[in-house]
T-cell receptor
Framework: NAGVTQTPKFQVLKTGQSMTLQCAQD?????MSWYRQDPGMGLRLIHY???????DQGEVPNGYNVSRSTTEDFPLRLLSAAPSQTSVYFC???????????FGEGSRLTVL | GIQVEQSPPDLILQEGANSTLRCNFS?????LQWFHQNPWGQLINLFY???GTKQNGRLSATTVATERYSLLYISSSQTTDSGVYFC???????????FGKGTKLSVKP
């Protein structure tokens, strides 16, 4: 059972480039979310989804897009990367919104 | 939305000592979790504890939902306990899991 899988683990981008962080879970969880972690800031919610076809914004959604076409996958897209998006990104899932949340191993993104 | 505050922000212990980490939250919760972020950055689930008390080896946690706080106890600390401990809480039917800023624990040999 793989749990929550994120790819890539490391990525370096130039300002203005686009990329997609992939997230997949094999636990048939309805709820999925993306967080970013910056030094001294804890984890902040970017976007979340309560099921296939449903997404919503979290605390810091600007500059990011998401979609949820299947229960298993929840990709995070950066359309035009900025240095302020340099961070560690975590994907998480739970059986439902109130259930125990499980995290992937994180993706470290650097924007030059 | 719900606010989560953790204390202390930093804690230095000698190996073998006990410690208590505190998490206060501003509203009623239907989910409260404790995580350990190890030095490699991985977030490890410690407890899912919206109320009551749980124990897992040297670690235990208590959430008093009516008084809006949770405590994480670490007994006989080891150097491998070092890292950042996060509390996260969710309130309401549409809320999301909100994190505190963490307690950074350093256990010295």
């Amino acid at each position: 059972n793989a749990g929550v899988t994120q790819t890539p683990k490391f990525q370096v981008l130039k300002t203005g480039q686009s990329m997609t962080l992939q997230c997949a879970q094999d636990m048939n969880h309805e709820y999925m979310s993306w967080y970013r972690q910056d030094p001294g800031m804890g984890l902040r919610l970017i976007h979340y989804s309560v099921g296939a076809g449903i997404t919503d914004q979290g605390e810091v959604p600007n500059g990011y897009n998401v979609s949820r076409s299947t229960t298993e996958d929840f990709p995070l897209r950066l359309l035009s990367a900025a240095p302020s998006q340099t961070s560690v990104y975590f994907c998480a899932s739970s059986p439902q919104g109130a259930g125990e949340l499980f995290f992937g191993e994180g993706s470290r993104l650097t924007v030059l | 939305g719900i606010q989560v505050e953790q204390s202390p922000p930093d804690l230095i212990l000698q190996e073998g000592a006990n410690s208590t980490l505190r998490c206060n939250f501003s509203d009623s919760v239907n989910n409260l979790q404790w995580f350990h972020q190890n030095p490699w950055g991985q977030l490890i689930n410690l407890f899912y504890i919206p109320s009551g008390t749980k124990q897992n080896g040297r670690l235990s946690a208590t959430t008093v939902a009516t008084e809006r706080y949770s405590l994480l106890y670490i007994s006989s600390s080891q150097t491998t306990d070092s890292g950042v401990y996060f509390c996260a809480a969710r309130g309401g039917s549409q809320g999301n899991l909100i994190f505190g800023k963490g307690t950074k624990l350093s256990v010295k040999p």
